[in-house]
T-cell receptor, first 114, second 116 residues
Framework: DQQVKQNSPSLSVQEGRISILNCDYT??????FLWYKKYPAEGPTFLIS?????DKNEDGRFTVFLNKSAKHLSLHIVPSQPGDSAVYFC?????????????FGQGTILTVHP | GAGVSQSPSNKVTEKGKDVELRCDPI?????LYWYRQSLGQGLEFLIY????????KSGLPSDRFSAERTGGSVSTLTIQRTQQEDSAVYLC??????????????FGPGTRLTVT
């Protein structure tokens, strides 16, 4: 039962262009969403998050959009840089005692070409 | 400051042996999590410790898996009678707060376990 899905295993983008990574979820109890970035041989690092009471959150080059009705979120990176090349995971959590338990998608490998 | 550390970084073991994986969370973080990532898969939640509360073990795949957290700090994940399907990267994370909304989790580099 894959509650969080990233349907694109990989994405290739030219430097300077926009990268759009997508994520879908099925559990309507999820109320907080996060994006993590992972380099090889390292643990994931937190990138940006969004609460279900918002539909957009921006931090520098990174913007996360949430469409609750469609149970869909996306991460926009603009402009993309070669150093952004990594695996990106979206994650979700529900309220109450489930806050600590993140459910992750399978990840999308982003490659930004110079 | 120091991040989350895990040891060993790599572990190769024979099928049927027991293994222990260690996690040192960030000092002051009250919440500690274990996840694993099998080849080509996303991160799978295993267990969650919060302060002195009973851990959430809902993600442990079988009774061969157990974890403890001593003194509210260091945690050990034990896998008994290892099987080849246990081969994965085991990741530990910690966060500052308990049920803080989406408490940002800081991950260690992981332990790559290979069961031969």
């Amino acid at each position: 039962d894959q509650q969080v899905k990233q349907n694109s295993p990989s994405l290739s983008v030219q430097e300077g262009r926009i990268s759009i990574l997508n994520c879908d979820y099925t559990n309507s109890m999820f109320d907080y969403f996060l994006w993590y970035k992972k380099y090889p041989a390292e643990g994931p690092t937190f990138l940006i998050s969004i609460s279900s009471i918002k539909d957009k959150n921006e931090d520098g080059r990174f913007t996360v959009f949430l469409n609750k009705s469609a149970k869909h979120l996306s991460l926009h990176i603009v402009p993309s840089q070669p150093g952004d090349s990594a695996v990106y995971f979206c994650a979700a959590t529900a309220g109450g005692t489930s806050y600590g338990k993140l459910t992750f998608g399978q990840g999308t490998i982003l490659t930004v070409h110079p | 400051g120091a991040g989350v550390s895990q040891s060993p970084s790599n572990k190769v073991t024979e099928k049927g042996k027991d293994v222990e994986l260690r996690c040192d969370p960030i000092s002051g973080h009250t919440a500690l999590y274990w996840y694993r990532q099998s080849l080509g898969q996303g991160l799978e939640f295993l267990i969650y410790f919060q302060g002195n509360s009973a851990p959430d073990k809902s993600g442990l795949p079988s009774d061969r898996f157990s974890a403890e957290r001593t003194g509210g700090s260091v945690s050990t994940l034990t896998i008994q009678r290892t099987q080849q399907e246990d081969s994965a990267v085991y990741l530990c994370a910690s966060s500052l707060g308990p049920s803080q909304i989406g408490g940002e989790q800081y991950f260690g580099p992981g332990t790559r376990l290979t069961v031969t």
